[in-house]
């Protein structure tokens, strides 16, 4: 069963756009978190954006600003909108759905992979100079 499907990675020149958009299932959706992950060959994925099901973001310090997380509950789908690229954002792009996280502000959902276990295939974002 596949639970959420990635889509809208390509290829831009920097200070382009790019929406990415990810087509969950019910399941995947109904989870207290989803959000977005990025990955380079070499590196550890994380975190760029988080969104609640009650609708609070939280985004990684490099995107603040430049990406937007969204939803569409009718549609079952997570959207990423990405502006101002810059090369460094070059990486596959994750989808995933998952849990809160308690800490010392409550629960939330936060920038960190072991808290979602539902993965995408990923899509790939390159940013040229």
């Known amino acids: 069963q596949v639970q959420v499907v990635e889509s809208g990675g390509g290829s831009v020149q920097a200070g382009g756009s790019l929406r990415l958009s990810c087509a969950a299932s019910?399941?995947?959706?109904?989870?207290?978190?989803m959000g977005w992950f990025r990955q380079v060959p070499g590196k550890q994925r994380e975190g760029v954006a988080v969104?609640?099901?009650?609708?609070?973001?939280t985004y990684a310090d490099t995107v603040k600003g430049r990406f937007t997380i969204s939803r569409d509950n009718a549609k079952n789908t997570l959207y990423l909108q990405m502006n101002a690229l810059k090369p460094e954002d070059t990486a596959m792009f994750y989808c995933?759905?998952?849990?809160?996280?308690?800490?010392?502000?409550?629960?939330?959902?936060?920038?960190?992979?072991?808290?979602?276990?539902?993965w995408g295939q990923g899509t790939q974002v390159t940013v040229s100079s």
């Open positions: 995933a759905a998952g849990g809160r996280f308690l800490n010392g502000a409550g629960w939330s959902c936060v920038l960190e992979t072991s808290t979602f276990d539902i």
């Open positions: 019910g399941y995947a959706y109904s989870r207290s978190c």
């Open positions: 969104m609640d099901a009650d609708g609070t973001t």
